[in-house]
């Protein structure tokens, strides 16, 4: 399990996405199980990683669209005012939107393209290699490319559609002029169809259900009553096991 809590600044998408990729890299760190061969080509099999936080972005934002895809293409194109999704009016600012630059990340840093620490990946490469004997494909590791990875499966325990006319507009925070979600609780290893590379995965049983932005909309955190400017997040999971089951 991890948490964080990114930089609020919204301005300011250039270092929360610096922070995302050095956070996916020391939980890749703690998290990687083995490497998996399919079809020559090798894949990172992780444990069950729960994941939650206060990220100060937003649903619709290309930041979150990151954590959930695995991916953030051409990130040079984005402005890091708009990219965490907490500045939506974008008008008169064309100017002024000072677009992410490569890299974001230092090559000093050794955290690769892929969100991983690379010394770390090298060593995995050549113990597989050793095993195998195969011409294996691997991750293309590259520094400061035009695009950015991780190797994660991640899905939020909260996965609703804030768009959708069905859907409620919940949110986490109730600032002046702010009531936006912006706190989540992210997991993997729920694949329980693949036995053979998660002996345990995770099965989402309940979430607490959260404030709709109507609900709160006049009214302003923190206060005397209410400590906090964010609302409670919780999820009751079961860790399961081929032979056993374990809640968590």
């Not at 965490?84 to 002024?96: A, K, L, M």
């Not at 706190?183 to 290893?189: A, L, M, P, S, T």
């Amino acid at each position: 399990m991890a948490t964080t809590h990114l930089i609020y600044s919204p301005k300011r998408g250039d270092v929360k996405l610096a922070q995302i990729q050095k956070l996916f890299a020391n939980i890749d760190r703690i998290a990687f199980k083995r490497i998996k061969i399919v079809d020559n080509e090798a894949k990172i099999v992780y444990y069950p990683v729960v994941l939650c936080g206060d990220m100060n972005l937003t649903l619709n934002s290309q930041l979150y669209k990151f954590i959930i895809e695995s991916e953030l293409v051409n990130y040079e194109q984005h402005s890091r005012k708009f990219i965490s999704g907490q500045i939506r009016n974008r008008t008169s600012q064309s100017t002024e939107q000072q677009f992410l630059r490569r890299p974001i990340i230092p090559q000093t840093m050794q955290i690769n393209d892929h969100s991983i620490f690379s010394p770390h990946y090298l060593q995995r490469v050549e113990e597989i290699k050793n095993k195998t004997k195969l011409e294996l494909k691997l991750l293309n590791e590259t520094f400061g490319s035009e695009n950015l990875f991780h190797t994660f499966k991640f899905k939020s325990a909260y996965d609703i559609n804030c768009f959708s006319e069905q859907s409620p507009f919940e949110v986490t925070t109730a600032l002046p002029k702010n009531h936006e979600k912006v706190d989540y609780i992210f997991y993997n290893g729920d694949d329980e169809k693949d036995e053979e590379d998660n002996d345990s995965y995770l099965k989402l049983n309940s979430v607490l259900n959260l404030f709709q932005k109507e609900d709160v909309e006049n009214l302003y955190f923190p206060s005397r009553h209410i400590p906090s400017d964010h609302f409670l997040l919780s999820a009751k999971f079961t860790l399961l096991y081929k032979s056993q089951k374990s809640k968590i």
